[in-house]
């Protein structure tokens, strides 16, 4: 007897929409069936004309498995009337109906026929995991659909989403919800691990062995990444498991024929232990899983516009990523859900997983709007806007590359680019290397972990791309050879040795010259990195670094291949550059140097004859801005004038200039004149700050927040700026007679008064003189006729003379 699924309550409400209404949003939590629900239930719809249906699944392995399930439902084959198309693998033939493609493969399909004209229906499943590709295959089909085909139905499906912007995104979609299946799942938090792997994995193994003997059923396990598997699948085989317990590692990179047994049901009699990452937390069903333990942790890349370089970073899951790895557990029976953190803890994650817009290295999209023939994504009805950094950084890239041209539209250059299906860098790689070296690294580079190796060094990865037949190896292979066809490449045309050129042309910026140890590299965007100094490239002269992991003063490298100088400087020739440069060297004498250099690699240097006279001034300004302003000699003067300014600034910020520190380094060549000066410590400073005042400024600079404070003796004290409040340091006798509180600009700002004993010791600070006077003073004047009976002592201040004198003797 076949189990009613939830989904098919609303497949009637669904298909009655779509007959009058283009678009939907679609709510149903896991365990609904819509994934393979859907499909099926739109091919007899009058509107779909005979046309296919495009379900978008956000990773191979989802769209595979749906593909399988909806084949199987349907009583058919997969490449029947339901099949596939991802990287590196398809099944569909002439009688496909329901085709299964993952993001990145529909983002050609629309790119290259936006009418989308044997298509009848778009279906985005999972649409809450806001993959970039997601995201941006949804904008373009909307514009599509508005331009092109109105009659085009487009379908937008999530288990955990706020509906309402993306309805309002595809036009004031209606929402149709379906409830869900889940049998009840109990929740058991436990502590959180030391830090470290081999700290997790023995937690990750206590947690998964308690599951195994709290009842029947397989074991999800949800881990950050490939490591973290393995080190809990080595942990778990030092546990001595029963004989019937299978241990089936589940990640992205994993050959299709693994990942299908691991999604696959236990056979009767065993159970199993699936470890898996985010893989698995949605559109996936995974027979027979009673229980999940979660660590808690994804694995996420990061980019950052900064450096350029994307890291993957171990996060703390999103509260939606944990609801839906614990509801896992509850899709057959009732199960448990063990996770790795505090109850108090779970309110402190993030509500959901960031957009990946928001966090992802740009440059593909980019190249994708330009080929759309759109300049800037505000262009399009994206759910979420892109950061400016992340985007002028990704245009910025692709006009170096040559895919834009000065005025930002797109050539035909990166026309070419675009229809790879690859990272911008490696597109542009592909066309200008044409062979099968750059197909090879291009297929390598593209894949997450660029094949199963833990060498950082590229050229053996190539000769098993080359050489290998078995999987994974198989994949990447035909991968390699599909972009030597688009690159009219020989693929048989494959060098390892010529790793390091190749590469040079997709990271120019990352070529990397050895520094002053093994192991130690700049790179050419003046970056530090770093490898183990027992690693076999940790001796060259340079390395093309393919990929970073991006953290601290020196990035990990992690991918790189050797490179001589003699074929840097063939492949990167229009890259060098001979500079001139003027500077100080230690001594204080001017040197001048002309250097031959790629970006902040310094390849060649050669000493020139005696600089002209200018190069001192020039020297002197550039040693100040690359080691600041403590170089320069601040007098007391010049600090008082910069926070006298600052005091007034901080009132009127349009009315005065900015004298910071930061500003006037920022601003250093436009104030700061050398003269005949021959040390940099032999400039006055202040005479030069002043000069940023003009007349009127100076003299209400003067009125406003003089540098002295007259006494009532006539005396002049100075007014101490360099404290938060402008304050004045006086023998008390002197303020003898004034009965309100000195101020300065315009008696707004109180000065602080520290008033001192006529040995100039602190007795009171205050900004209230006539409240001190009412006061304290009864029992400050006591002390003070204690200890200087020569001196006058009124009971009255305010009434009294002001008097910098002792007493006549004898009175």
Excluded: C
């Excluded at 030092?238 to 050959?255: K, Q, S, T, Y």
């Excluded at 470890?275 to 009673?290: C, P, Y």
């Excluded at 400073?685 to 400024?697: A, C, F, G, S, T």
């Amino acid at each position: 007897m076949t189990t009613r699924l939830p989904i098919e309550d609303v497949l009637p409400a669904i298909v009655a929409s779509l007959a009058t209404t283009p678009n939907l949003v679609l709510q149903a939590p896991p365990g609904a069936g819509k994934t393979t629900g859907v499909p099926p239930a739109l091919l007899d719809a009058n509107w779909l004309a005979g046309k296919k249906i495009v379900m978008i699944e956000p990773r191979r392995l989802a769209a595979r498995a749906a593909a399988s399930r909806i084949a199987r439902n349907l009583g058919d084959e997969v490449g029947g009337i339901a099949g596939y198309r991802v990287r590196m693998d398809t099944k569909v033939s002439a009688r496909t109906r329901i085709e299964l493609v993952t993001d990145g493969v529909f983002t050609r399909m629309i790119q290259e026929d936006p009418s989308l004209e044997k298509i009848g229906a778009v279906l985005f499943d999972e649409i809450h995991e806001r993959r970039l590709e997601t995201d941006l295959g949804l904008a373009l089909a909307l514009e599509s659909q508005a331009a092109l085909r109105p009659d085009l139905r487009l379908i937008a499906m999530s288990a955990t989403l706020d509906a309402a912007p993306v309805a309002r995104a595809l036009r004031d979609a209606p929402i149709i919800t379906a409830q869900g299946r889940a049998f009840p799942v109990e929740i058991r938090n436990l502590p959180a691990p030391a830090s470290g792997l081999d700290a997790l994995a023995v937690a990750m193994r206590d947690a998964i062995l308690d599951a195994l003997s709290g009842g029947d059923g397989d074991v999800l396990v949800f881990l950050p990444g490939g490591a973290e598997i393995r080190r809990v699948e080595r942990a778990l085989q030092a546990a001595r498991l029963a004989d019937n317990i299978d241990v089936m590692p589940l990640f992205g990179d994993l050959p299709p024929a693994q990942q299908d047994r691991a999604i696959a049901p236990s056979i009767k009699g065993r159970r199993k232990i699936v470890l898996a990452t985010s893989i698995a937390e949605t559109s996936l069903t995974i027979e027979g899983v009673r229980h999940v333990v979660d660590s808690g942790l994804a694995r996420n890349a990061r980019y950052d516009p900064a450096t350029g370089l994307t890291k993957l970073v171990t996060e703390k899951v999103s509260r939606a990523g944990a609801e839906q790895r614990a509801g896992r557990a509850g899709r057959v029976a009732p199960g448990t859900a063990r996770r790795l953190w505090p109850a108090a803890a779970h309110g402190a994650l993030p509500e959901f997983t960031a957009p990946e817009i928001a966090t992802a290295d740009l440059a593909p999209f980019a190249l994708e709007l330009a080929a759309w023939g759109v300049e800037h994504p505000s262009a399009l009805n994206l759910l979420d806007q892109p950061p400016a950094s992340a985007w002028n950084e990704a245009r910025a890239l692709l006009t170096e590359l040559d895919a834009l041209d000065k005025d930002g539209r797109i050539t035909a250059h990166g026309k070419a680019m675009s229809r790879f299906g690859a990272h911008p860098r490696l597109a542009h790689m592909l066309l200008h290397a044409k062979s099968g070296t750059a197909a090879a690294l291009a297929a390598l580079l593209g894949e997450r972990d660029a094949g199963p190796n833990d060498d950082v060094d590229l050229r053996p990865r190539i000769d098993r791309v080359a050489k290998f037949s078995d999987e994974p190896w198989r994949r990447i292979r035909e991968q390699a050879k599909r972009f030597a066809r688009q690159a009219h490449a020989d693929f048989a045309d494959i060098a390892s040795e010529d790793a390091g050129e190749t590469l040079a042309l997709a990271y120019p910026d990352r070529v990397a010259q050895q520094r002053g140890g093994r192991g130690r590299f700049r790179l050419a965007n003046g970056r530090g990195a770093a490898l183990n100094e027992r690693d076999p490239l940790a001796g060259e002269a340079f390395l093309v670094v393919a990929e970073l992991d991006g953290a601290g003063a020196d990035s990990r490298i992690r991918l790189a291949a050797p490179l001589t100088e003699t074929a840097l400087r063939r492949v990167l020739g229009p890259h060098i550059e001979e500079i001139d440069e003027i500077e100080l060297n230690d001594a204080g004498a001017v040197v001048a140097t002309r250097r031959t250099k790629l970006g902040a690699l310094v390849l060649a240097e050669k000493a020139l004859p005696k600089p002209p006279p200018d190069a001192l001034a020039a020297a002197l300004l550039d040693r100040v801005r690359k080691r600041g302003l403590s170089v320069l000699h601040f007098s007391d003067a010049a600090r008082e004038l910069q926070a006298r300014v600052a005091l007034l600034r901080d009132k009127d910020s349009e009315a005065w200039p900015d004298l910071s520190d930061a500003h006037l380094l920022a601003t250093v060549g436009d104030w700061l004149t050398i003269g005949s000066a021959r040390k940099l410590e032999e400039i006055a400073i202040e005479p030069l700050l002043r000069q940023r005042l003009d007349w009127k400024q100076a003299q209400e600079l003067d009125a406003r927040a003089p540098t002295h404070f007259t006494a009532p003796t006539g005396s002049r004290v100075p007014i101490d700026y360099s404290v938060a409040n402008p304050t004045v340091r006086i023998r008390v006798q002197e303020l003898f007679g004034l009965t309100q509180h000195p101020a300065i600009d315009r008696n707004r700002i109180p000065l602080t008064l520290e008033l001192l004993s006529p040995a100039q010791r602190p007795i009171q600070v205050t900004r209230d003189l006539p409240g001190f006077w009412a006061g304290s003073w009864k029992a400050v004047r006591a002390d003070l006729r204690g200890r200087y009976p020569r001196h006058p002592w009124p009971e009255d201040p305010a009434a009294a003379e002001p008097t910098r004198r002792v007493k006549p003797r004898g009175t």
